[in-house]
């Protein structure tokens, strides 16, 4: 999908083409775009199942997000091969369980790609033991509330309320306690934002915190259900954060999760239309 800066941000109408087309109109009263402006440039948005993202930023800076590769049913096949990313820039971590953070997957990409890694203190301090060689970033951003510039990239580290042990052997193995969970705020070189509130329940920070504060452009947000926000909650959060764009991630992953966007998106026309939808299938990258 090609969107030009000018026309997402001044709100000309555009058509996006995956899977269907996503009509971005004019949205005069969203709160996502009041605080500043945005400059030229575009940002790469690909999911890869589940909790998993890849971004690429405007100057081709590659983030990768909860990366879960090798169990993740959804993941792209091409992203489970060795040197399949062909270079990672910075790894972010929300959290330790194994469907965000696999163990056997974060040693292999430390090893193929030596990215920075940033994630909550106790699970920084959990990959430094158990992979000496990872650049863990625990004295630079390490904690809920900070930021740091990461090559021309802003990073803030913010609230999740979720649990956030490590399983060490799988899904069903011991449990290990590395940390709160987190979500993060992601600022672009270009100054476009996206909040991805990693795994979460609906809470209060969405309002006071990540959207009158932050006033993110985009949020990317669970609707699977059981293990976070429904669509229900995840609709309701859109009304509290006020972006341009909700991505919904975390569903259909599992028999148990919520399968499919319908009622989210039934749910969001009703709670925040002004916040214009955008799914993204598993392997598919836009531009932003």
Not at 26 to 32: E, I, M, P
Not at 180 to 186: L, M, P, S, W
Not at 216 to 236: C, H, K
Request: proline share 5%.
């Amino acid at each position: 999908m090609k969107l030009s800066r000018r026309d997402f941000f001044k709100g000309f109408g555009a058509s996006i083409s995956l899977a269907g087309l996503y009509s971005l109109t004019k949205t005069d009263s969203v709160h996502g775009s009041d605080k500043k402006s945005i400059g030229k440039g575009e940002v790469g948005i690909e999911w890869m199942g589940h909790g998993s993202f890849l971004f690429t930023s405007c100057n081709n800076k590659k983030i990768l997000f909860d990366p879960w590769t090798s169990t993740n049913p959804k993941c792209p096949g091409k992203y489970r091969k060795k040197g399949g990313f062909g270079e990672i820039d910075l790894v972010l971590w929300t959290h330790g369980h194994v469907d965000h953070f696999m163990l056997s997957d974060a040693k292999e990409i430390i090893a193929d790609y030596s990215p920075k890694i940033i994630a909550p203190w106790e699970l920084n301090f959990f990959i430094k033991t158990e992979i000496p060689s990872a650049n863990c970033q625990t004295f630079t951003l390490g904690n809920k509330g900070a930021s740091a510039d990461f090559d021309g990239i802003k990073i803030t580290m913010v609230e999740a309320f979720h649990s956030a042990g490590a399983q060490l052997t799988g899904f069903e193995g011991s449990n290990r306690f590395v940390g709160e969970a987190v979500g993060y705020i992601i600022e672009f070189e270009n100054k476009l934002s996206i909040y991805h509130s990693g795994d979460t329940s609906l809470m209060g920070d969405m309002k006071t915190i990540i959207g009158d504060y932050y006033k993110p452009d985009i949020a990317i947000l669970p609707i699977g259900g059981v293990f976070t926000m429904g669509p229900d909650e995840a609709a309701f959060a859109c009304k509290l954060i006020r972006p341009k764009i909700v991505i919904p991630e975390h569903f259909g992953t599992f028999p148990v999760l919520v399968q499919n966007t319908d009622r989210f998106r039934k749910q969001l026309s009703k709670q925040a239309p002004d916040v214009k939808f955008i799914e993204v299938r598993p392997g598919e990258k836009i531009n932003v």
